[in-house]
């Protein structure tokens, strides 16, 4: 079991835990450069704002179809190598717009076509990614290291566009250059990875490729833990409509939009530090309940709110309390779930964070035609909050779970 006295330290002394840290952050901090100066640039050709959201159905449909065959991979093959090769991957895409820019050969069609090369390194790296951790460190050090791979990822998301944006003024070819340098630097960490592998013989059939389903289906504290997220970004956010509230209620212009984007992972950020030097050790389950509702109510808040820093704070409150979800969430399902299905189990867990983050988009442009932008915000702040509730009726095993760590944690 874990103790006060565990510091950061114990999660540092294991150096490939800390390589794959760093190529993690090294790639998401290229891929969030890399998505800046995709969209600048089909902006730029085209003009159009639907060209703009074919980039992202392109990568998103592939990622979706694709994951749970990715999740079979991740059980089959050595995960630090799937999650390089996506990388390796990635950084191929920069390096042909690199070259499609220079030769000015870049084109729409082109654009697309390696936005779908992207999605389908996203499916594969994802459940590879996840179901790395438990590999990494020991049972006890699973929620630190969740917890630090959060914080990472949330600096990347914070740091990434602002770069992006940054280099993206001195040149498109800039961004490419450094995004294929990151890349490539975080490909090599990865091959430089070691952690144990069990080959499995299992055969690719329907029984064993929707096998991570079956597991989360039957485990009703994974059920009900997965679950609960995808209604929460479902119906509490309000990413979509940032636009309008930054143009037509708070009135701040492209400025204060920016602030408002960055608000969610300022918050995630400085609640995974805190995480970091004090984890969620006790009644995990009511805290993670309660996380849920806090997100729900500080949803609420942002709709109703008219004033700027109010807002502001309420988006950093967001982003606080859904990072303590992703982080007891991805802890309890490292924990709860075998090495030989992990992979399967990541990559549902992918699908639902990929379903919840676009079909929340969609869900809060149709409310907001309907009930305007503040109703569809309010009410899906208050729908939260009343699934927070009826959560713990409807999974008594998540709502009464104590301890994040059992006294025999699952074997990793």
Wanted: charged share 10%; proline share 4%.
């Amino acid at each position: 079991m874990p103790t006060p006295t565990t510091r950061l330290a114990d999660l540092l002394a294991h150096p490939q835990f800390i390589r794959f840290w760093l190529a993690r952050l090294a790639g998401t901090t290229a891929n969030q450069m890399l998505m800046v100066a995709v969209a600048w640039q089909m902006y730029d050709l085209t003009g159009s704002a639907w060209d703009l959201g074919l980039v992202g159905l392109f990568q998103f449909v592939p990622a979706l179809l694709l994951t749970l065959p990715a999740g079979f991979v991740a059980d089959r093959l050595r995960r630090n190598r799937i999650f390089a090769a996506c990388l390796l991957a990635q950084a191929l895409v920069s390096g042909l717009l690199l070259a499609a820019t220079e030769v000015g050969f870049l084109t729409r069609g082109l654009i697309l076509g390696l936005s779908v090369v992207l999605g389908m390194a996203r499916a594969f790296q994802m459940p590879a990614q996840q179901a790395l951790i438990p590999l990494l460190v020991p049972a006890t050090l699973i929620e630190r290291a969740v917890t630090l791979s959060s914080s990472g990822m949330q600096a990347a998301i914070i740091g990434g566009p602002a770069l992006g944006g940054v280099l993206y003024a001195l040149g498109a070819d800039r961004v490419y250059v450094a995004c294929a340098v990151l890349l490539l630097l975080a490909f090599v960490l990865m091959l430089l990875v070691r952690h144990r592998h069990v080959a499995s013989t299992e055969q690719i059939d329907l029984t064993n490729l929707f096998a991570g389903v079956v597991f989360v289906w039957q485990n009703k504290l994974l059920l009900g833990a997965t679950s609960l997220d995808l209604f929460a970004v479902l119906l509490g956010g309000a990413t979509a409509l940032l636009p309008i509230y930054a143009r037509d209620i708070l009135h701040v212009g492209p400025e204060g939009l920016g602030l408002l984007r960055a608000a969610p992972a300022v918050g995630a950020l400085a609640i995974s530090l805190v995480l970091l030097r004090w984890p969620m050790e006790r009644r995990v389950g009511p805290r993670l309940l309660a996380a849920v509702a806090l997100f729900g109510v500080a949803t609420v808040v942002f709709g109703l709110s008219e004033h700027f820093v109010l807002s502001l704070l309420a988006l950093v409150v967001t982003g606080a309390a859904d990072n303590i979800s992703v982080v007891m969430r991805q802890t309890l399902m490292q924990l709860e779930t075998p090495d030989a299905i992990r992979g399967r189990v990541s990559a549902v867990n992918s699908i639902f964070i990929g379903a919840s983050n676009q079909l929340g988009e969609f869900e809060s442009g149709a409310t907001a035609a309907l009930l305007g932008p503040v109703g569809s915000v309010v009410s899906g702040g208050v729908g939260t909050v009343i699934i927070a509730v009826a959560w713990l009726r409807l999974f008594p095993t998540l709502a009464k779970r104590d301890r994040m760590y059992r006294e025999k944690p699952a074997a990793v």
